[in-house]
């Protein structure tokens, strides 16, 4: 709790979230993390919900798991970018598969970025607090494995 504390006290406008996450705990935490940062929060827990909840609460972001059992998340990123009314949705790629390729697929997909799993919570706020079309990103905590010393 105390990293909570720790997050900016000034509020940036509020945003539709949509997490799409096969992990209960890990959604459930996000989505708790993400409304007490403010914004409004759905999620899902496989790729046809995500979809479908998409379609009905129209998010600003969607922050998606690339591992989901019943759809990659590239396939439900290319789906996201053909859907009226969500062509303009920020779409985030996470993942805490150790497959390198998995990045150059979400960014192929329309995913803007990729981060690995866990990803702190100042990192996700920093994320969410963006203006629309924002391009600098929190670099540092991407999690890429660290350059080899030589």
Do not use: W
């Not at 000034?10 to 708790?32: F, G, N, Q, W």
């Not at 479908?52 to 290319?78: K, M, N, T």
């Not at 949705?89 to 979400?106: D, F, K, M, V, Y």
């Amino acid at each position: 709790m105390a990293t909570l504390h720790r997050l900016k006290q000034t509020p940036a406008p509020r945003k539709r979230i949509l997490v799409v996450e096969d992990d209960l705990d890990s959604v459930h935490s996000m989505a708790m993390l993400i409304k007490m940062m403010g914004h409004e929060v759905q999620f899902a827990i496989n790729g046809f919900a995500a979809l479908d909840v998409a379609r009905s609460f129209r998010p600003d972001i969607v922050i998606l798991d690339i591992g989901l059992p019943d759809f990659e998340g590239d396939q439900i990123a290319r789906q996201l970018r053909f859907e009226p009314g969500l062509e303009h949705t920020q779409l985030i790629a996470i993942s805490g598969l150790p497959e390198e390729h998995l990045e150059s697929r979400a960014l192929k997909a329309g995913c803007e970025e990729f981060y690995r799993k866990p990803i702190e919570p100042a990192v996700l706020e920093a994320l969410l607090s963006r203006p629309p079309g924002a391009e600098e990103s929190p670099q540092e905590t991407r999690k890429k494995p660290p350059a080899a010393s030589g």
